[in-house]
């Protein structure tokens, strides 16, 4: 590998031996870079990818509230405004008790590329918290939210850095932090949060977004590969709000969702989750106890597997879109054998750095990386941003045709990057360094900071 790469790697190491995602993240970015450093000398010159490897900034701080028993508890909130080159911090919140300052590093880290791919003007940024949403009533998530922004609303804003849902995060949450913003601001200021509700300015198939975004993606990677999508069986994860998108649009396009998995285990729907009443359970189970997939199995009278993944049932698209690290390399020889052919990431970050070079390595394998995949999420985000800064509310069929044509320039602009750095049809490549270079040049005309 290329020294300067080889140094910087090895510093973020060093610095960051505690935060093992981070680490991560960083070393599958920069292995992409290899062609880009060796054609571009002057971003070793100014210490380009030393800067870019260190956030702007980013902040902790104490959530206190108070649970309906009258006992107070004390969390800890990050918000880290990773890279604001290209526009106002952007990305979401995560509420999860695994949650540490190395995964924020680490989502923050990929979201400044995944907001470069979607070609609008936002910056990556990510925050959170260690607070456990699971089981908690709405009150207590309300005085939670009302607590969290009360720290964090001085450092954010429609121009500074606008926070989103992640894990843990949805409308609901969203609804609690804006109120207490607008409460403790005095402004109608909806700009400084996404994934509002329809009242207050949120766009409409912004819950929707990152799941048919994928499936928009995958269908470009189809076309690409003089395949389509109709009859295609897909092995997804999780049953949240991105893998409920994918089975939507997946159905609406003729194709099927067969397995779905929660920290039980996972189910097998031969007949896919393609029906309307199937595809709104979801929601139904999410919202009554999210840490259980099993209730489908038993509603719908399908097979459920407790305590397993559901990498290596036979199906022609894999899409692992729960979380981080899902797929090591045990799942990921599981996977090479199963006949798919397209292996689409969707979580960030779902893979291990081994298990997706392995997957990389399979010839009859396409692999698709999360951080195009899944940046139509985000993208709608940006569009959200715009209808307040508007003032307009658009339609669904604007934006659903803004989101399909934003995926299909992301799928490209990657090919084509691939393409010109002399590798082919390499997607993981080819997104990593269309989303680098744009950020490059605007840190180079930006000047040193
Ligand atoms: N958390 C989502 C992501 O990973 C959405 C972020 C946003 O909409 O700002 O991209």
Redesign the pocket.
């Known amino acids: 590998m290329n020294a300067y790469l080889e140094k910087v790697i090895n510093d973020v190491r060093a610095k960051h031996g505690t935060e093992p995602e981070f680490v991560q993240t960083v070393e599958e970015v920069l292995s992409s870079l290899e062609p880009v450093i060796a054609k571009h000398p002057e971003y070793e010159k100014v210490d380009l990818l030393g800067r870019m490897v260190e956030p702007e900034r980013m902040f902790t701080f104490r959530v206190v509230w108070c649970d309906d028993q009258g006992n107070w508890h004390t969390n800890r909130g990050w918000r880290c405004q990773f890279n604001g080159a290209l526009g106002p911090y ?3 919140l995560r509420f999860q008790k695994n949650v540490y300052e190395g995964i924020v590093k680490f ?1 923050g880290f990929e ?1 400044i590329f ?1 907001n470069s791919l979607t070609g609008l003007p936002i910056g990556g940024g990510k925050g959170g918290s260690d607070f456990d949403p699971a089981g908690k009533s709405d009150a207590e998530v309300m005085r939670f939210c009302q607590s969290y922004m009360t720290a964090l609303y001085r450092y954010i804003g429609p121009d500074v850095d ?1 926070p ?3 894990m843990g995060v949805g409308g609901r949450e969203i609804g609690y932090l804006y109120g207490q913003y607008r409460r403790l601001k005095g402004v109608w200021e909806n700009g400084v949060l ?2 509002k509700g329809q009242t207050y300015g949120g766009s409409v198939i912004r819950p929707e977004a990152t799941g048919y975004g994928a499936v928009y993606y995958l269908t470009n990677v189809l076309k690409h590969e003089g395949d389509t999508i109709e009859g295609k069986t897909i092995a997804a994860a999780g049953f949240g709000n991105v893998t409920w998108g994918i089975c939507k649009k997946a159905m609406q396009l003729g194709a099927k969702v067969i397995t779905l998995s929660g920290p039980d285990g996972y189910v097998l729907d031969p007949e896919g989750v393609a029906t309307e009443e199937k595809v709104d359970f979801l929601l139904t189970m999410r919202a009554t106890d999210p840490m259980h997939v099993k209730p489908y199995a038993d509603k719908f009278g399908v097979q459920f597997f407790p305590g397993e993944k559901p990498w290596g049932v036979k199906c022609d698209v894999v899409m692992p879109s729960a979380m981080q690290n899902d797929v090591k390399m045990e799942q990921a020889e599981k996977i090479a054998k199963c006949g798919a052919k397209y292996y689409i990431e969707v979580a ?1 970050m779902p893979t291990t750095n081994d298990a997706l070079a392995f997957l990389r390595e399979q010839k009859h394998m396409i692999v698709a990386p999360s951080k195009a995949v ?1 940046a139509g ?2 993208g709608v ?1 940006a569009l959200e941003m715009a209808q307040n800064s508007e003032r307009l509310v658009w339609t669904e069929d604007e934006v659903d045709a803004q989101l399909k044509k934003m995926m299909q320039n992301i799928h490209d602009n990657s090919a084509k990057a691939a393409e010109e750095y002399g590798l082919g049809y390499d997607l993981v490549a080819g997104g990593n360094i269309a989303g680098f270079l744009k950020v490059a040049q605007a840190m180079m005309e930006q000047g040193c900071f």
Request: aromatic share 0%; glycine share 30%.
């Open positions: 952007k990305g979401g989502l979201q995944k606008v989103a849902g992640d996404t994934g960030n899944n999420g985000v985000s």
